[in-house]
């Protein structure tokens, strides 16, 4: 043996308690934030976007009116959303700008495909350079199976004027 060690040659139990820890319910996540890049979303059917560029983000020029952008959003069946922001960056010039955000989800049905709305930051209207980080709160919508999640962006532009969007962070609550 080395130096200093031991060796134990009997050892008695005379009592052993084992606690069992029973889970109950399902684990709860709050406040979970992912960012969904604009650089991974499509171009709608109105309007002039770009994504391509070296830096992930898309952008929409000058003298565009309701360009529209498709951002697709990946969640886990039961996550509950809470809140959406968007991320970006709005060029002015002078010159007005709208942008809105609608967080909205699909259904297959027999007839066709349903389309609805679950909460939209609406009129994010600037005369001047802005840095876009506004959010809806106050969600509380559970993602469930059969259907697909998106945000779909909606952007005038006046000439000299462009939008810059990095992408989308929405925040659920996992259950």
């Known amino acids: 043996m080395a130096a200093g060690s031991q060796q134990i040659e009997t050892l008695e139990v005379k009592e052993l308690t084992v606690q069992k820890f029973e889970e109950t319910g399902a684990k709860t996540r709050t406040g979970q934030v992912y960012h969904f ?3 991974a979303g499509t171009q709608g059917v109105t309007g002039t976007w770009s994504t391509a560029n070296n830096t992930g983000i898309a ?24 809140s959406f922001k ?30 609805a709305s679950i909460g939209a930051i609406t009129q994010i209207s600037k005369v001047a350079d802005y840095l876009i980080s506004d959010s809806k709160t106050g969600l509380s919508h559970t993602t469930i199976s059969g259907k697909s999640y998106y945000v779909l962006l909606t952007v005038t532009t006046a000439a000299a004027t462009d939008v810059a969007i990095q992408g989308v962070e929405v925040t659920v609550t996992e259950k």
């Open 37 to 39: 890049p604009a650089r």
């Open 59 to 82: 952008t929409v020029a000058a003298s565009q009116t309701a360009a529209t952008f498709c951002i697709p959003l990946g969640l886990k069946q039961g996550d509950i959303i809470t």
């Open 86 to 115: 968007l991320s970006g960056q709005i060029e002015s010039a002078g010159g007005a700008v709208t942008v809105d955000a609608d967080l909205r989800a699909t259904t297959a049905v027999a007839a066709d495909l349903t389309d």
